[in-house]
Antibody, heavy 117, light 106 residues
Framework: QVQLVQSGAEVKKPGASVKVSCKAS????????MHWVRQAPGQGLEWMGW????????NYAPKFQGRVTMTGDTSITTAYMELNRLRSDDTAVYYC??????????WGQGTLVSVSS | DIQLTQSPSFLSASVGDRVSITCRAS??????LAWYQQKPGKAPKLLIYAASTLESGVPSRFSGSGSGTEFTLTISSLQPEDFATYCCLQLNSYPFTFGPGTKVDI
């Protein structure tokens, strides 16, 4: 069965960077885009972008362009999302979620990133 | 960006009730809409995609309809496990956007 297992919670200071990992299993990792979505405490979901693990192609939401980098390592079926120049309003749960024929189906369990001085 | 609004934002219901949630898009998105269920502390779960296609394994009491700018998620007979927050996602154009969510509570 499809599983997306994310790395553990992180606490960062403003201005720092965070890199969240998403280990995929149960499907052909290189065959499907991986999306990243975040959810601030008590707020709705916000789409950040996707990466094609096979080609390395990415599509980032304009809001995060220049500050986010999504990568994938097909040898270990793991996707990564790195967010730089963190601010307090980046405090959120970050999710990876795989795409299937244009639709976002399975989600990871989420990774809480807290940004505080 | 395409804005999605949902109504109501909060819905109080009882087991066995038929409930409907509306998602409206600021511009036409054909049927490029999905519905998700999210419980506290958990990841969203895909219920419906392409506006009306039921995801495998999702109970048939869930249904979706609509196209263009107005979409509806209906739960025909609310079950205890259905109390959750429901949100829509448009995948018609970038950046993809989510609706703000509808909390279904007792």
């Amino acid at each position: 069965q499809v599983q997306l297992v994310q790395s553990g919670a992180e606490v960062k200071k403003p201005g720092a960077s965070v890199k969240v990992s998403c280990k995929a299993s149960g499907y052909t990792f290189s065959g499907y885009n991986m999306h990243w979505v975040r959810q601030a405490p008590g707020q709705g979901l916000e789409w950040m972008g996707w990466i094609n693990p096979n080609s390395g192609a990415t599509n980032y939401a304009p809001k995060f362009q220049g500050r986010v980098t999504m990568t994938g390592d097909t040898s270990i079926t793991t996707a990564y999302m790195e967010l730089n120049r963190l601010r307090s309003d980046d405090t959120a749960v970050y999710y990876c979620a795989k795409e299937r024929r244009g639709w976002v189906d399975y989600w990871g369990q989420g990774t809480l990133v807290s940004v505080s001085s | 960006d395409i804005q999605l609004t949902q109504s109501p934002s909060f819905l109080s219901a009882s087991v066995g009730d038929r409930v409907s949630i509306t998602c409206r898009a600021s511009q036409g998105i054909s049927t490029y809409l999905a519905w998700y269920q999210q419980k506290p502390g958990k990841a969203p779960k895909l219920l419906i995609y392409a506006a009306s296609t039921l995801e495998s394994g999702v109970p048939s009491r869930f249904s979706g309809s609509g196209s263009g700018t107005e979409f509806t998620l209906t739960i025909s007979s609310l079950q205890p496990e259905d109390f959750a927050t429901y949100c829509c996602l448009q995948l018609n154009s970038y950046p993809f956007t989510f609706g703000p969510g509808t909390k279904v509570d007792i």
